[in-house]
């Protein structure tokens, strides 16, 4: 599927702002149904290229379409921004080791009076407490977060 065609120098040069090499560089073309590109031993060094169907055979990257990637669960509360801190763990010798102390995050249903149904979320214990005293709506609004998308 793929070809490979080597280019000289007379048809892609290098800028010399991005490459202070002068001499010429044999550069490989890959050209495939999909993906064309220009490939050199040079990394860092834009390539640029004065004939059209060089120009054609090597297709933009981000035109590709790629899968977006699903963030993974944090261990962060999105209602107080509660994070995981770090610290010494301090032996009976003294020696200190980096430990990380983590928040105590709980997934937790809770009734949203406005939207009429059950709301999942991750929260901190403190963010619980907060909820209970001042109302789910309040303390969303409050953080800045939409609860119509959870």
């Not at 390539?47 to 990637?69: E, W």
């Amino acid at each position: 599927m793929a070809t490979a065609v080597t280019a000289t120098s007379t048809l892609c040069y290098f800028k010399r702002q991005a490459c202070p090499s002068s001499r010429p560089l044999s550069l490989k073309i890959l050209a495939n149904s999909e993906l064309g590109f220009v490939t050199s031993q040079l990394s860092g060094c834009k390539i640029s290229c004065k004939d059209d169907a060089l120009a054609m055979a090597a297709k933009p990257i981000s035109t590709l379409s790629r899968p977006p990637l699903q963030p993974a669960a944090r261990r962060v509360c999105p209602f107080t921004g509660k994070k995981a801190n770090r610290a010494n763990k301090v032996s009976h010798s003294n020696h200190r080791t980096k430990k990380l102390q983590f928040v105590n995050l709980q997934y937790k249903r809770i009734w949203w009076e406005a939207g009429n149904r059950y709301v999942k979320l991750r929260l901190s214990t403190k963010a619980i407490k907060t909820i209970e005293k001042n109302g789910l709506d309040a303390v969303a609004k409050k953080a800045g977060i939409d609860l119509r998308k959870e």
